[in-house]
């Protein structure tokens, strides 16, 4: 017999430690099992939902077009890149692409400076007909952007006339016209997202011998970084994708990208492949810019919308 001999188990041993490798109890505040598997199935369903449309696009994207006119299938037969290729041909996606681009960014750049001023002087300052401004500025979101499309075609012609200045089938004129979509919205945003910025920090840079415009960029302006975000997000993906006003204030020279798709449409065939991958290859610098600055972008939106 051995010299060591093994320790006697104790009654209930195994019992106890098959229970502690079983789940531990669930507590009582925990929402019920019934509850949790329904809210999966669901948010699946939704998620098959969103991306069924997605693998659609790619899948058509890399089809030659007898296969994507013909019967669909859901795994193809053949792949190619071809289409991403003759996109830049078929119409002149690059000179749309710049114009986007050209026009989304100032449009941004242009929303964010005015409404920073103007949020940080309704927020910060007491004057005659703030709560006018303030009301009318908001009211301006009730109205669907198609009313503006006849007054502006007009004033745009009529300045034209009268000054030389050709805002109608230009690109300045279309960065005026976006600006009239995002900033009422942009500086209501910014207004509650100040007023969520403590005043004691304007009132300390102001001792420390800031001016009003030194606490401004000093002190709020970083403290508001997660706001600014959004509305400079906001304010370029409404440019970006606005087809109304681009495809009536712009010409072939001028034309944005969200109009010029329809070209891939002609009246012998319309090139679907094409499309698919167009629009695949457009979709990429929003859906990138709204990757990297999603957690700026939730901050702001729940900052501003809560005071």
């Excluded at 089809?63 to 053949?78: E, Y």
């Excluded at 002087?121 to 109205?143: N, P």
């Excluded at 919205?185 to 403590?198: C, E, K, N, Q, R």
């Excluded at 449409?265 to 859906?287: C, F, G, K, R």
Aim: net charge positive; charged share 10%.
């Amino acid at each position: 017999m051995s010299s060591t001999s093994r320790a006697p188990r104790l009654p209930g041993t195994a019992q106890a430690a098959s229970r502690s490798r079983t789940a531990p109890p669930r507590s009582p505040t925990a929402p019920p099992l019934s509850f949790l598997w329904t809210r999966r199935v669901l948010l699946t369903l939704l998620a098959g939902f969103v991306l069924v449309p997605v693998y659609v696009m790619v899948s058509s994207s890399l089809k030659p077009l007898p296969d994507v006119t013909g019967k669909f299938r859901w795994l193809p037969s053949g792949l190619t890149i071809r289409p991403y290729i003759d996109i830049w041909s078929t119409v002149p996606l690059a000179r749309y692409f710049a114009n986007s681009l050209i026009v989304a960014g100032a449009a941004t750049v242009c929303s964010v400076v005015v409404a920073v001023f103007s949020a940080y002087a309704v927020s910060r300052y007491a004057f005659h007909g703030k709560r006018v401004f303030t009301v009318t500025v908001l009211s301006t979101q009730m109205f669907p952007g198609i009313l503006f499309l006849l007054p502006l075609f007009l004033l745009y012609v009529n300045i034209g006339n009268a000054t030389g200045i050709a805002l109608f089938g230009s690109r300045g004129g279309l960065i005026l016209t976006y600006l009239t979509f995002s900033l009422p919205f942009s500086i209501w945003m910014l207004i509650g997202y100040f007023d969520s910025v403590p005043r004691d920090l304007d009132e300390a840079a102001l001792v420390d011998g800031c001016g009003p415009l030194g606490a401004l960029f000093r002190v709020v302006v970083p403290a508001a970084i997660p706001g600014i975000v959004a509305v400079a997000v906001y304010a370029f993906m409404t440019a970006w994708g606005e087809v109304l006003f681009a495809s009536v204030m712009t010409n072939d020279t001028t034309r944005t990208l969200a109009v010029g798709l329809q070209g891939y449409s002609t009246q012998n065939d319309v090139y679907w492949n094409q499309i698919m991958a167009a629009s695949l290859v457009v979709s990429v610098p929003v859906v990138a810019g709204f990757l990297l600055l999603q957690r700026y972008l939730v901050a702001g939106l729940t900052a501003g919308a809560v005071k």
